[in-house]
């Protein structure tokens, strides 16, 4: 189901071919008249709310600070249960539509579903002055080693939005960890270029609204005198740009020279010919966050790396129509993947949950 392969080999239509390497056309395929760029990106905002029930968890980390984890209800009795970690995009949350239909999507399949706020995403601020980046990965590592402490026989899948799936890339290329899969989603591979690409023409009213969000949480911060920052609330208006914002913000409070610096430093985008994870990428080729031929500007992805670039699809959109309803193709396509990789390694999938995640 997953597409036609543009390395040979044909269409793709078994659990063995989706663990398949190689580039790959994605067969999302838009409704008719809803495929433009802007549309599929802001379909997801547009449809109906998917139900979630979860249970919040803060998991207190080693340098004093916390995290808040989304854990899906109910959650499965058996402590073998596949489970599947979410990283969301920037400013997202457990309540960004592809959040909620991803671990809806896989709490139907008996899965045990969590989503990690970066710091400061969730319910309360964090406490150190600091925030989070594209490339923090520290975070992420020890998240996932305390679940997997928690459930030491339970296949596990990490997966990454945007700004989460850079990190994530970053976070397998460079350190072995326990997971069955790991799946990026529009990741910014090249977060020099995606600056350049939101300061254009298409994606100018993304980066409009989303440095509104994080100029009104630094104005706070700010306010509390918790940031060591030489900045005032007045200065922030200049900041109307990601070069300028990563500049005078990001940079600065996670140790880099300058935005450039960071973006060199924090792009997974380098590092795809060392990954040994089997992951899988999913991109949209007129993704309105990201350059044109993105990945003609970075080296081969490894042997491990399964790569699908649908022509459509706009950042994190991917609505498809099914017997005239709308839908998330992405949800679907995730599942699928997840399936694969647990038959794959004959693990069998539990019966549907009846009850609440034992923390």
């Not at 989304?70 to 596949?82: E, G, I, Y």
């Not at 409009?208 to 005198?225: D, G, S, V």
């Not at 993704?287 to 080296?299: I, K, T």
Request: aromatic letters at 6%.
């Amino acid at each position: 189901m997953a597409g036609t392969s543009l390395t040979g080999g044909g269409p793709v239509n078994s659990a063995s071919d989706l663990t398949r390497g190689g580039t790959f056309v994605a067969d999302f395929r838009p409704p008719r008249g809803l495929g433009n760029r802007h549309v599929q990106t802001l379909l997801p905002r547009w449809l109906p709310r998917q139900a979630l029930a979860r249970t919040t968890e803060i998991v207190e980390l080693s340098d004093g600070d916390f995290v808040e984890l989304a854990w899906s209800d109910p959650a499965p009795h058996s402590p073998v249960a596949p489970i599947f970690v979410l990283f969301h995009g920037l400013e997202g949350s457990i309540d960004s539509p592809y959040a909620r239909q991803l671990l809806h999507g896989v709490a139907q399949r008996g899965w045990r579903g969590a989503l990690m706020h970066f710091r400061g995403c969730g319910t309360l601020p964090n406490r150190l002055p600091r925030a989070y980046h594209s490339g923090d990965t520290g975070d992420a590592r020890e998240i996932l080693e305390r679940i997997r402490q928690r459930y030491p026989r339970a296949p596990m899948v990490a997966a990454g939005v945007s700004l989460g799936a850079n990190m994530l890339m970053k976070l397998v290329a460079e350190t072995p960890m326990d997971l069955t899969g790991a799946i990026a989603i529009n990741a910014p591979l090249d977060l020099a270029a995606s600056a350049d690409a939101l300061n254009g023409k298409r994606g100018r009213v993304y980066q409009r609204y989303l440095l509104a969000e994080l100029r009104r949480k630094l104005a706070c911060q700010l306010e509390r005198h918790t940031l060591p920052l030489s900045l005032a609330t007045a200065d922030l208006r200049a900041l109307d740009t990601f070069w300028a914002y990563d500049d005078a913000v990001t940079a600065p409070l996670h140790g880099f020279a300058s935005a450039s610096d960071y973006y060199r430093r924090a792009s997974a985008g380098p590092l795809l010919g060392s990954i040994t994870t089997p992951t899988l990428i999913l991109h949209a080729d007129d993704d309105p966050f990201m350059p044109a031929n993105l990945f003609a500007r970075l080296p081969a992805p490894a042997p491990a790396v399964r790569l699908e670039i649908a022509p459509h699809g706009g950042h994190v959109g991917y609505i498809e129509c099914d017997r005239g309803r709308l839908r998330s193709w992405l949800a679907r396509r995730v599942v699928a993947q997840l399936e694969s990789w647990i038959l794959t390694n004959a693990r069998p999938l539990p019966e549907s949950p009846h009850a609440r995640h034992d923390t």
